[in-house]
């Protein structure tokens, strides 16, 4: 069985996985990380989301072996200690989750959005978010905390 | 997901070497096409093959008259490409229009060429553009690439290096998305170049991409979207779902490709 | 009620939100319990067969597997319950089958459970569960209402003639014949209300577990209602003691109604824990949710409106034929009657009613509650036909409503609902005003120079939230109380901790029901925190549905309160030497009326645990619960407008504005509310735009997936414009009436009138939901000719 090493949220972890283990199910069953969540088997609602070498990913449409020698960000990895990442401040100030089951893809998705766009407008952010499903807040808050966030993120995460 | 033994060669030549070793063997490449359907177990590999460790498969190279695009690059490569956006913007918003963000941040196209999905945007940019499909031993037009329902002319060894897109005059591309998966139910590229005129249609025909001669014929003698807004395309042979039937998709391919020219300018 | 920083009427920040943005929410598939084995459930890829022997050998003989149960090893054990008793017409009680958790016979639908493969991982038990062979003889399906009525239709269950469950009335039928005898007008329709698939993003899991040592089972389970669940499994599935039966819904993602019944995969996994001594767990695939969760809605009427030459309404009669799925699920046959039929007096003083519904069962998902549930049906069907009414006799779309508008209250409707209070004028002119309709006509004519067209409609609405009195509903069919438990334990240092048997899988309770403890108790909001959603820790619950968490639950939580504050006047009496009378209770302080002379709650509560000077008889400890029937639903009621342009080559619609103005009661955190505002929009224009759950003639589920069923997107929605006009509700201490199904009650046929209005130049009169591109651009063709 092949063996995967990769900077988790700054960390070096190494792990046997199987071929076909998904980097979701690496993270969440291998390394505990259970932030990381999956709703679907399609590739659609993107509650998976991470970042692999600083881009936003399925992780559910990734293979572990595929993330070897990467840098995976989690949405564990945020925060710094109690310090919630401004994207997560937004997030809570703008009551942009609900269930909270989608809620650590947007915020990643968001994430990388704001990465390439300091300044998002509300157009942009609807069309960025095709990949992140939501079924609680209408999308309408987690828009308002996307602009917010990458504001306060002032151009880099 | 059956599982496979996973390759991740460092050469082409070990990549070859890999493909051959197993019957089973399948190149991988963002994994966005491919993963889907071993879920689903559709699709059963008894190895996998990564092109991720091959070098010099990710760049995108202005040739003056044409872009060479690597078969590892990314869509949101492409998309966010300067030397695409100067030499065919065509192509880079087509990219930024493919999927979704995550998708366009992992899927490439050779995959997705190699894929040959009939809903997918790239077989349209390819024959549109008159694009040559680079191989580890050849060039294969993309008119003769593309052979009907995920069947390409590639070999079962064969790998996918690049894609060379000769820059047109003008080109556009216009796709009416199913509302569900997000996927071209009928999208048109046409462009107007050294190649003359050519339309080319995705998502809408159960034989994946194909061009539309009328069309075609019309817009070189008036490249405009009066001209080829008469011009029905006939539901034969369209697919047809709960999204769009085939009447639909027809109606939808003419009113694209109006758009695409209307967009041209 | 202060009404301060943290208090009621502020819109503070969430206490969940600190887990679930830092990845530390505890989802059931986040649970993992040592030496857990892993269950997978083969279904049933056909919609209707007899089944033989299931040969399980080669799956119990393969890698990994410790054991596979099929519906013969669960002989003996009960069926899967359903929680409401329909009467028909004749007085005869509806046809209730047997639902076996696994299938014995006959499989009834695409997703029915088969088995249950056992293995020390997922992929073991799934590739175990393939090598299954299932003896199956196929049978003819009925995949829709049509053909389950169909003249010799194949039957689902033996029992039902026709594949009827019931034939329900309500309503008086002579009055409201004779009231379509003197109508000076009748305005008719047909509606379909459309089959939806809940997609709640965590998919449903569980884990169970047997503990050998001490006969206890658990069942962590995302459920809305853990205590319901703890019922129907205990008591009617596995014939479990509630000691013995411990059910957790730990952070539940999303429910939507479809986390309210309970499912056979609960029996099914706890069961086997206990044969196996072992936990054993189960997470749905998203594919299987679609064919295994719940539907909803699915509802063919025809329906007739009696006016006056004024337009004033006389009379309505609905006809309705509700699809229940393949089996009973725990609230399925309550939804297209006790929280349908009852709607239809609406916001208006229709002086007779009449609605009948028919039930059938069929070969498709079992269907149940989905939000809203029976609410959006019944305002889609009323909505539109006013609309229709208010075009055939050339009146005004507004004004046809105004003029109807209930404005007396209490007011009792002829279809046994009495309304308590609401003022439907008001919401109308703030969401008219908010929405610029005025101003419309421009707009349109600008859209138009775009090749747009441009429409606008409106929906006048009222809910009836948070079902009850226990009583009544007992007596009309309820096999369950609907009233709610509330908890306050203040600890000795003066923390409090809030328990309810409402569940909070989004809603905020945790903060909500913080604000309001914290408010009466003048204690600090970080001082409170709510427990839920284990029955090992809250007293008892009905759980949260029907938008009833605040108006049922905050009110026993407020009642609990209230008695705390009763006792620990009390023991301040006895420490300041008054009298009890004389305390009065404020900011968190009991004083001697008329003096400074007080205690803090702090002192109090400390005496309260050591109790060295003490009343004489009180009994130690502040902790008090309290047990709230209702009087009466709650009637929440709003105005909602839908702006759409259409794209009349592509059919394409394009929401391009919403405004509500809604009247929920009170507001305890405005923040939240407009929050559940705003997921009830979506969903709503989710089912008016977007969703349909389409099977094939064979039972075969078309829209399986995400490729091919629409969940509404960010780029599909518009930012909403939300306003507020509160009456306060009447019969509860808080005033609330409830929210969280305000969106997708109110705003289907808004948008529905709106696309209408825009296609109504082309000749198009008439279009069902969703309004796809192509249903858009067909209707079109056709109005054009």
């Known amino acids: 069985m092949p063996t995967v090493t990769m900077t988790v949220n700054g960390t070096q972890r190494t792990g046997t996985v199987e071929g076909r283990t998904l980097l979701a199910e690496f993270l969440r069953e291998h390394l505990g990380l259970t932030g990381t969540h999956v709703g679907c088997d399609t590739s659609q609602c993107g509650a998976c989301v991470v970042h692999v070498d600083g881009s936003s990913v399925k992780s559910c449409t990734c293979l572990a072996v595929q993330a070897d020698g990467a840098e995976i960000t989690t949405i564990e990895g945020l925060a710094n200690g109690a310090d919630l990442h401004p994207m997560q401040e937004a997030f809570r100030d703008h009551h942009g989750l609900q269930c909270g089951f989608c809620t650590p893809g947007m915020v990643m998705s968001a994430i990388d959005l704001a990465n390439r766009s300091p300044d998002p407008s509300e157009h942009e952010v609807r069309e960025w978010l095709e990949g992140n499903l939501c079924r609680c807040t209408g999308y309408h808050n987690i828009v308002k905390a996307v602009q917010a966030g990458a504001r306060a993120m002032g151009g880099g995460s | 997901m059956q599982d496979f033994n996973y390759h991740a060669p460092k050469s082409m030549d070990e990549a070859l070497a890999a493909l051959r070793g197993a019957e089973g063997a399948k190149l991988i490449a963002g994994g966005h096409s491919l993963l889907p359907v071993m879920k689903l177990n559709l699709a059963m590999p008894t190895d996998l093959v990564s092109l991720a460790g091959v070098p010099g498969l990710a760049e995108i190279a202005d040739d003056g008259d044409s872009v060479t695009v690597g078969a590892m690059c990314t869509h949101a490569q492409v998309a966010a490409s300067g030397v695409v956006q100067g030499r065919i913007p065509a192509l880079a918003a087509m990219a930024e229009g493919i999927g979704d963000a995550q998708v366009r941040n992992a899927g490439t196209i050779g995959g997705s060429v190699a894929h040959n999905d009939p809903a997918a945007d790239y077989p349209a940019a390819c024959v549109a553009l008159a694009a040559t499909i680079v191989t580890d031993r050849r060039e294969i037009a993309a008119d003769d690439f593309f052979q009907g329902l995920f069947a390409t002319a590639l070999a079962e060894d064969e790998v996918i290096t690049a894609v060379r897109f000769p820059a047109p005059d003008r080109a556009a591309y216009a796709k009416f998305a199913n509302p569900a998966s997000k996927y071209a139910v009928a999208g048109v590229m046409v462009a107007a170049g050294a190649d003359g005129v050519r339309v080319a249609v995705t998502g809408a025909s159960g034989d994946g991409v194909f061009r539309v001669a009328e069309m075609e014929a019309v817009l070189a003698g008036s490249f405009s979207a009066e001209a080829v807004a008469g011009i029905a395309v006939s539901s034969d042979g369209m697919l047809s779902d709960g999204a769009a039937g085939a009447e639909y998709r027809a109606h939808l391919v003419a009113v694209m490709a109006k758009r695409a020219v209307e967009a041209c300018g | ?785």
């Open chain 3, 1 to 785: 009620m202060s009404g301060n920083g943290t208090g009621i009427g502020a819109s503070v920040k969430r206490k969940e939100d600190a887990r679930f943005l830092t990845g530390r929410g505890r989802y059931t598939d986040d649970i993992n319990l040592p030496g857990q084995l892993y269950g997978y459930i083969l279904r049933s890829g056909m919609a209707h067969a007899k089944i033989g022997t299931v040969h399980t050998e080669a799956a119990k003989a393969a890698p990994g597997v410790h054991a596979v149960f099929t519906g013969k090893d669960m002989e003996g054990v009960g069926g899967i319950p359903t929680g409401w008793l329909i009467h028909s017409k004749d007085g005869s009680p509806m046809v209730e089958p047997p639902h076996p958790a696994l299938a014995t016979d006959k499989v009834r639908y695409v997703g029915d459970c088969v088995a249950i493969v056992v293995a020390e991982t997922k992929e073991q038990a799934r590739a175990a569960a393939h090598l299954i062979d299932v003896e199956r003889e196929e049978l003819p399906a009925v995949a829709s209402i049509e053909a389950a009525e169909a003249e010799g239709a194949p039957l689902v269950f033996d029992e039902a003639p026709g594949n009827v469950c019931y034939d329900w009335e309500v309503g008086d039928r002579a009055a409201t014949d004779a009231a379509f005898a003197d109508a000076a007008h009748v305005v008719s329709i047909d509606v379909v209300n459309n089959r939806l698939i809940p997609n709640a993003i965590e998919p449903r899991a569980a884990i169970a577990n047997y503990d050998p040592a001490t006969g206890d089972y658990t069942l962590y389970t995302t459920s809305q209602n853990p205590h319901l669940v703890r019922l129907l499994l205990g008591a009617f599935v596995l014939g479990l003691p509630e000691h013995k039966l411990r059910i957790v819904a730990p952070d539940v993602g999303g429910g939507f109604g479809s986390k309210i019944p309970h499912y056979a995969e609960e029996a099914i996994l706890t069961w086997t824990a206990g044969k196996l001594g072992r936990p054993v767990k189960w997470t749905c695939e998203r594919i299987d949710a679609f064919k295994s969760d719940t539907h909803g809605r699915d509802h063919i009427s025809t329906a007739k409106l009696a006016l006056d030459a004024d337009g004033k309404f006389l009379g309505l009669h609905v006809s309705t034929r509700a699809n229940l799925g393949a089996y009973l699920s725990t609230f399925a046959t309550c939804v297209p009657t006790y929280l349908y039929g009852i709607l239809f007096a609406g916001p208006y003083t229709t002086p007779a009613v009449y609605c009948e519904v028919k039930s059938f069962f069929t070969n498709t998902v079992p269907v149940d509650a989905l939000r809203g549930a029976g609410r959006p049906e019944a305002t889609y069907l009323l909505e539109r036909l006013v609309d229709k009414a208010a075009v055939e006799l050339g009146m005004d779309r507004v004004e046809i409503r105004r003029k109807n508008f209930i404005r007396e209250f209490p007011y009792q409707t002829p279809v046994a609902l009495q309304y308590d209070q609401g003022d439907y004028d008001a919401t109308l002119d703030l969401a008219l005003k908010a929405a610029d309709w005025d101003g419309f006509e421009g707009r349109r004519a600008e859209a138009a120079a775009r090749g747009k067209r441009r429409g606008i409609g409106i929906s006048t609405f009222i809910e009836a939230c948070g079902i009850a009195p226990s009583a009544v509903v007992g007596s009309l069919g309820a096999r369950a109380g609907l009233y709610e438990s509330g908890s306050v334990r203040v600890h000795p240092t003066g923390s409090v901790s809030v328990f309810t048997g409402t569940h909070s899988h989004g809603q905020g309770h945790e903060t909500t029901f913080a604000q309001i403890v914290s408010d009466m108790l003048g204690v600090d909001f970080d001082a409170v925190d709510v427990v839920h959603g284990d029955s090992a820790k809250i007293p008892f619950g009905m759980g949260t549905y029907g938008s009833r968490s605040l108006a049922v639950g905050g009110t026993a939580i407020y009642l609990a309160v209230e008695k705390v504050i009763e006792k620990g006047k009390k023991i301040a009496a006895h420490l300041l030497e008054a009298s009890a009378e004389d305390i009065e209770f404020k900011d968190g302080s009991f004083t001697v009326a008329g003096t400074d002379r007080s205690k803090s709650l702090g002192e109090v509560a400390l005496t309260a645990y050591v109790p060295h000077n003490y009343p004489a008889g009180l009994e130690p400890g502040l902790e008090e619960t309290a047990f709230y029937d209702p009087l009466n639903f709650t009637f929440p009621a709003g105005t909602h407008i839908a702006e759409v342009e259409v794209d009349p080559e592509t059919g394409e619609v394009e929401l391009v504005a919403v405004t509500g103005a809604d009247d929920v009661g009170r507001i305890i955190n405005p923040m939240i509310v407009d929050g559940q505002l705003h997921g009830g929009l979506a969903h709503g224009i989710g089912q008016a735009l977007l969703e349909e759950c389409r099977y094939q003639e064979d039972g075969q589920l078309e829209t399986g997936s995400y490729l091919e069923y629409t969940m509404p997107r960010a780029a599909d929605l518009p930012s909403f414009n939300i306003n507020h006009n509160t009456t306060l509700c009447t019969h509860n201490p808080l005033g609330a009436k409830g929210v969280g199904e305000v969106g997708s009650i109110g705003v289907p046929p808004a948008v529905i009138n709106a696309v209408i209005d825009a296609l109504r130049p082309l000749g198009v009169n008439d279009i069902s939901m969703p309004a796809t591109s192509q249903r858009v651009w067909q209707a079109i063709q056709q109005a054009q000719g």
